[in-house]
């Protein structure tokens, strides 16, 4: 493994709701891959957490939203070398988007048809 770029894995999850989809917008947090994009919640897995674990947590973590029948959808490397993104789509169950206000600057689900 490259010391400059220790295995982090990290996943994606992407909540339905009534054939729509939450997607994110993330615009402050500096030096960021996904800056000024539309995004689904996801983030690094810690040391011991599953890849379904780390999902639940990041969810609630960046919106404030229940989750239910959280289902792999796949996974890719990324960003770096030795990494590893691990993709679900989950059902949304309840609660009021509240985003975590250091990475991110807006939500709301959008229909396959209207994703920004």
């Not at 917008?25 to 379904?52: C, F, Q, S, Y």
């Not at 960046?62 to 890719?76: A, D, K, P, S």
Request: glycine residues 8%; hydrophobic residues 35%; proline residues 6%.
């Amino acid at each position: 493994m490259d010391p400059k770029f220790p295995m982090r894995n990290t996943t994606l999850c992407y909540l339905e709701q009534d054939n729509a989809y939450l997607m994110l917008h993330r615009v402050t947090k500096k030096n960021d891959l996904n800056h000024d994009k539309w995004i689904g919640v996801g983030g690094k897995l810690d040391p011991g957490e599953t890849a379904e674990a780390c999902a639940l947590r990041e969810v609630w973590e960046e919106t404030g939203l229940t989750i239910r029948n959280i289902t792999y959808f796949g996974n890719q490397p990324w960003p770096y070398p030795s990494n590893l993104m691990i993709g679900f789509i989950a059902d949304y169950v309840s609660g009021e988007i509240k985003l975590q206000d250091e990475e991110l600057s807006s939500g709301s689900f959008f229909s396959k048809d209207n994703l920004p």
